[in-house]
C-alpha cells in the first residue's frame, strides 16, 4: 500500500518511522511519503491560510496550494504514454494509471470505524489532506471528487487542533490490518470489534506471566488448558465488558441477535 500525506507538519509523522509501521516501510509492505503544502506556495511568507469569506473566527486553507499539491502527489502516480493504465501492479501496489482515495480528516466527517479501516486496508493508494486552523477551503474536497474517490473522516466526536493526529490514528489502525504487518504472535483476528463470535464486543481482561503477582492471581481457567473453557470464559468476559462500558454496542448485538446472548454455552 502507498500511502501519501499532505501537512504543513511533516516532522508530526516521526511516530510512522517506529514499530510495526517502521518496520513494515523497511520490508517495503508499507509505502509512507510525506509531503510539505508549504512547497506548492509561491510567496514570500509560504502562506497557507486566509480569512474566512462571510466572517467569523480563526482561518481557512486556501484552496490553491492544496490544488497544486493534489496534483503533484497524485499526477505523479499517473499513467505515462509508455505504460500501460493497470489500476496497480499483482502486489496490491498503485500501478501508473491509478488513483488514490483522498482521506480528509475532519470533525464534520462521517465516523472512523473498525470496519471502515478494513474496507481502506484493500485500497492500494491513499492520500491524507491534513488540515489546520479551521478546516480547508471546501472546494479542494470538491475538485478533488471530480478525479477520485474522497471521504471525509472524524475519529470522533471531540476536535482536535489540526488533522495530523488523525491521520496518524488512521494509518495506524489501517496499516495493522495488512498482510505481514502484525508478526504471528499478535493477530488483528481477536480486536475488540473483531468478527466471528466475538464480533463487536470489547476485548476482555489480558494476562501474562506471573500467574500470582502482587496478591492478584490470573484467573484459574487461563491456566487450566482447557481451550473450549477458556473461550467460553473470554466471551463471558467480553460481554461483561461491553455490558458495562459501551451497553449501547450490546444493545445493537441483542437486537441484530449477533452476540450469542441466546447460546446456552
Ligand atoms: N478527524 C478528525 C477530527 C478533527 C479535526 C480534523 C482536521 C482538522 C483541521 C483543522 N481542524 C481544527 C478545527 C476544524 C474545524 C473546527 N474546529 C477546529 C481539524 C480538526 N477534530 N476532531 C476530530 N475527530
Not at 509531503?35 to 481557512?60: A, E, Q
Not at 501492479?89 to 471502515?116: C, Y
Request: proline share 9%; with cysteine; net charge negative.
Amino acid at each position: 500500500m502507498r500511502i501519501d500525506i499532505i501537512t504543513i507538519f511533516p516532522d508530526y509523522f516521526a511516530p510512522l518511522e517506529l514499530s510495526l509501521i517502521g518496520k513494515a516501510r523497511a520490508a517495503g509492505i508499507l509505502d509512507i511519503r510525506l509531503h510539505d503544502l508549504r512547497s506548492w506556495t509561491h510567496d514570500r511568507h509560504n502562506t497557507v491560510d486566509d480569512t474566512p469569506y462571510g466572517g467569523g473566527p480563526g482561518m481557512v486553507m486556501k484552496p490553491e496550494p492544496w490544488g497544486e499539491a493534489l496534483d503533484a502527489v497524485i499526477g505523479a502516480g499517473r499513467a505515462t504514454p509508455d505504460q500501460g493504465s493497470s489500476p496497480d501492479t499483482p502486489d496490491g501496489t498503485p500501478g501508473p494509471g491509478a488513483v488514490p482515495r483522498l482521506v480528509v480528516p475532519t470533525p464534520s466527517g462521517t465516523p472512523f470505524t473498525q470496519e471502515r479501516a478494513r474496507r481502506l486496508s484493500e485500497e492500494p493508494w491513499l492520500v491524507f489532506a491534513c488540515g489546520r486552523y479551521e478546516g480547508i477551503d471546501s472546494r479542494v474536497a470538491a475538485d478533488a471528487a471530480r478525479r477520485m474517490p474522497v471521504e471525509e473522516v472524524s475519529i470522533g466526536d471531540y476536535v482536535l487542533a489540526g488533522g495530523e493526529s488523525a491521520t496518524l490514528v488512521i494509518v495506524e489502525t489501517v496499516s495493522r490490518l495488512l498482510p505481514g504487518v502484525l508478526g504471528n504472535a499478535e493477530s488483528a483476528v481477536q480486536d475488540s470489534f473483531a468478527t466471528g463470535a466475538m464480533e463487536n464486543l470489547l476485548e476482555g481482561p489480558v494476562y501474562t506471566k506471573p500467574a500470582h503477582w502482587r496478591g492478584l492471581e490470573v484467573p484459574p481457567v487461563l491456566l487450566s488448558g482447557d481451550h473450549g473453557a477458556v473461550d467460553r470464559w473470554r466471551r463471558h468476559e467480553a460481554l461483561r465488558k461491553t455490558a458495562r462500558n459501551r451497553p449501547e454496542l450490546l444493545r445493537a448485538l441483542a437486537e441484530a441477535g449477533m452476540a450469542g446472548l441466546d447460546r446456552r454455552d
